[in-house]
């Protein structure tokens, strides 16, 4: 089992930058594919980015194709969400998801773990 936190969000102006966490508690970090989603008000949650336990294999959602980028520590048990150049249709919020064993998914529903939730927020 993995408890997963996130960090890292805010206000910030449009083309602007942050970079969120998800640290993870519990052993065997590796074994646990990795994926950023969101949810803004009134919409429903969508895929960000995922990578693998190794971090060799990464995927992306088109709309943050080219800004955002997903890395992860496992010596520090800690995936990454830098995001750049924020666009205001950004503001949402982010939750990191776990899913052992398995393939990168842009399925929420085969995530096993999910953090709480950090909020962002691009003004225009």
């Known amino acids: 089992q993995v408890q997963l936190v996130e960090s890292g969000g805010g206000l910030v102006q449009a083309g602007g930058s942050l970079r969120l966490s998800c640290a993870a508690s519990g052993r065997t970090f590796s074994s646990y594919a990795i994926g950023w989603f969101r949810q803004a008000p009134g919409k429903e949650r969508e895929f960000v980015a995922a990578?693998?336990?190794?971090?060799?294999?990464?995927s992306y959602a088109d709309s943050v194709k080219g800004r955002f980028t997903i890395s992860r520590d496992n010596a520090k048990s800690t995936v990454y969400l830098q995001m750049n150049s924020l666009k205001p249709e950004d503001t949402a919020v982010y939750y990191c998801?776990?899913?052992?064993?398995?393939?990168?998914?842009?399925?929420?529903?085969?995530?096993?773990?999910w953090g709480q939730g950090t909020q962002v927020t691009v003004s225009s």
């Open positions: 998801a776990a899913r052992q064993y398995g393939n990168l998914s842009y399925r929420g529903d085969e995530y096993e773990y």
């Open positions: 990578i693998s336990g190794s971090g060799l294999s990464r």
